[in-house]
């Protein structure tokens, strides 16, 4: 989360115009077909799906278990006369081993001998912000340090960035396959409808074309040229949570009132003075194609190229491009009930006879702008009969939003303590996966009842802002009454002098500029962990049923 704490309606130009100043689904549960697409869509199709030169890997890359990244100067602001120094780092830092967490106490609570076995094996990245860095509907020139998110020196390579962690993915996959890839929100950074084809193009391997202006470009690093992304292996399935840049311009403002029902909203949006400056040909920050870094106070307003795929979209048809894909499942976690109720949320049972629920639920609204807001009806029409509905099924649950608990707004109507209150008493609910905050951070939740029992929440960085890192995530049954959640902090595994190594250089010179001020690498106890964990009574049956594997986690 680089916050964007600003009133767009106090601005000139175009945007000002746009304030009016100037011319200018509920998971209906067992029976319901998750694979089937909303009424009227269908798949897209074309994806390329295939491999570059180099494949398959020979190894796995290495995780930060083993090497970390090293840069040349500190991360932190620096002297204006080391600025030949600045952005550069090499990959040969010390490696951080994993370090065991058992702030649940557990340990008081553990029988027999151990005897651990991999019961599921995942990957996790959030807040990717891919994004249209050309479109009129942007507050670039407003980019400072307490509003680092308003302009990235590297966010013309989004898209580069977020295909090199799928295919860092990939090349660990290649070794176990993934049972499944969690994406925490925020994928898109502005709720345009080319970012979010773009987002989802990228997953599906197509080759995808940033330069939504048509402008000429030239060079090698340029953040104007195609990517021929190659996506997500088409064998592992991939789930999307809502996050608030996804459905509000600028991750903070509604272009159209969720007030209105879905189809009067889809018929109000074009009549927004935000959506006409989204498509339309004049901008306050003109921005072409270059090959480095540019100081947003030396952009101009003018004319550009129009472009009606930079149109907003409602929460609806946000969650219906999920459903315009080659990738599984079949709007990757929303269902028609999704559309049918306007409302973000699903489940899904992850792995193939692990017996783990992804129970997934959306806080952007936008009462709370840029922070969560939990909804009534989600917590008590979903969450608290799929929480029941899992604990009778005897599987245990891994819980996906995207905000943490910590980020959801005084005024919410289900507040964080409540949220953590209602997941914590549910002894089969083990980890909460989230992102937004752009560091990685693990917060343990015990449920209070000095038994050991309780979940861990567990927030992802971004791929666009340093450090630019994902998640492997593998859940462990011990065979001692305890369970094990190991999380692998893993860096985009980017050759030197590609694209992406030179983009991760480019977050790093945004700190060392003193424009972005917070690293987000979080603490040594936030990265690589064994978290600890109960087994609840209702779940060691079908556990003690699947066969023994070889924890994956302990191969890096």
């Known amino acids: 989360m680089k916050t964007l704490g600003i009133s767009l309606c106090v601005l000139g130009g175009v945007l000002w115009a746009a304030c009016g100043g100037g011319d200018g689904a509920v998971d209906a549960g067992p029976g319901v077909d998750a694979s089937a697409a909303p009424d009227g869509g269908a798949a897209d199709a074309g994806a390329d799906s295939g491999f570059d030169a180099g494949w398959p890997p020979v190894a796995r890359p290495p995780t930060t278990v083993k090497v970390t990244l090293s840069p040349r100067l500190p991360l932190e602001k620096q002297d204006e006369s080391l600025s030949d120094d600045f952005g550069e780092y090499s990959m040969n830092g010390p490696g951080e081993p994993h370090i065991l967490r058992d702030d649940l106490g557990t340990a008081g609570h553990r029988s027999g001998t151990p005897a651990p076995k991999s ?27 307490k509003n680092a998110g308003a302009y990235r020196p590297q966010e013309g390579f989004a898209i580069a960035l977020f295909d090199q962690m799928l295919k860092t993915f990939n090349a660990f996959s290649y070794f176990r396959k993934l049972d499944a890839l969690v994406l925490t929100g925020d994928g898109i950074d502005n709720n345009h409808y080319n970012e979010v084809r773009l987002f989802v193009d990228a997953l599906d391997g197509k080759t995808v074309d ?55 909203q889809e018929v109000q949006i074009s009549e927004s003075g935000f959506y006409k400056t989204a498509v339309g040909d004049k901008s306050d920050t003109v921005i072409e194609c270059q090959e480095g870094p540019l100081n947003p106070m030396d952009l101009k307003s003018g004319v550009v190229t129009p472009n009606p795929d930079r149109r907003f979209l409602t929460h609806r048809q946000m969650i219906e491009e999920f459903f315009v894909t080659t990738g599984l499942p079949s709007g990757h976690g929303f269902m028609q009930s999704s559309i049918d109720a306007d409302l973000g949320v699903y489940t899904a049972d992850l792995g193939e006879g692990a017996p783990v629920r992804l129970v997934a639920f959306e806080t952007a609204h936008p009462e709370a702008n840029d922070e969560g807001y939990v909804l009534r009806t989600v917590v008590d029409g979903f969450l608290k009969p799929e929480l029941e509905r899992a604990k009778n099924d005897g599987v245990l649950v891994v819980v996906a939003s995207h905000h943490p608990s910590w980020a959801i707004v005084e005024k919410s109507e289900v507040r964080s303590d409540e949220l953590v209150g209602l997941l914590a008493s549910y002894p089969n609910v083990i980890l909460h996966l989230v992102g937004h905050g752009h560091s ?70 945004d700190i060392q500029t003193g424009a972005d001020p917070d690293p987000d690498t979080g603490g040594v106890s936030d990265r690589n962990v064994i978290l600890k964990f109960l087994v609840a009574d209702a779940a060691k049956p079908k556990l003690a049923a699947i066969p023994a594997r070889e924890v994956e986690t302990l191969n890096y």
């Open 210 to 264: 940033p330069n939504t202006g048509g402008y000429p470009f030239s060079g090698d690093f340029n953040m104007c040229s195609p990517v021929s992304a190659r996506g997500i292996d088409p064998a592992v399935p991939w789930f999307y949570v809502i996050g608030n840049h996804d459905i509000l311009m600028q991750g903070n403002f509604e272009v159209v009132s969720r007030a209105l029902t879905p189809d009067e």
């Open 440 to 509: 990685n951070t693990v917060t343990p939740h015990p449920s209070g009842n000095a038994d050991g029992t309780g979940y861990w929440e567990v927030e992802a960085t971004s791929t666009i802002d340093f450090p630019q890192q994902a998640h492997l995530v593998e859940i462990v049954d011990d065979g001692d009454g305890t369970g094990s959640v190991y999380v692998t902090v893993i860096n985009h595994d980017a050759p030197e002098g590609s694209v992406a190594w030179r983009a991760r250089a480019l977050s790093i010179l």
């Open 119 to 145: 019961v599921l094996y995942i990957g996790h990245t959030s807040d990717n912000h891919v994004v249209d860095f050309q479109s009129p509907a942007r507050v670039v020139r407003l980019d400072n340090p």
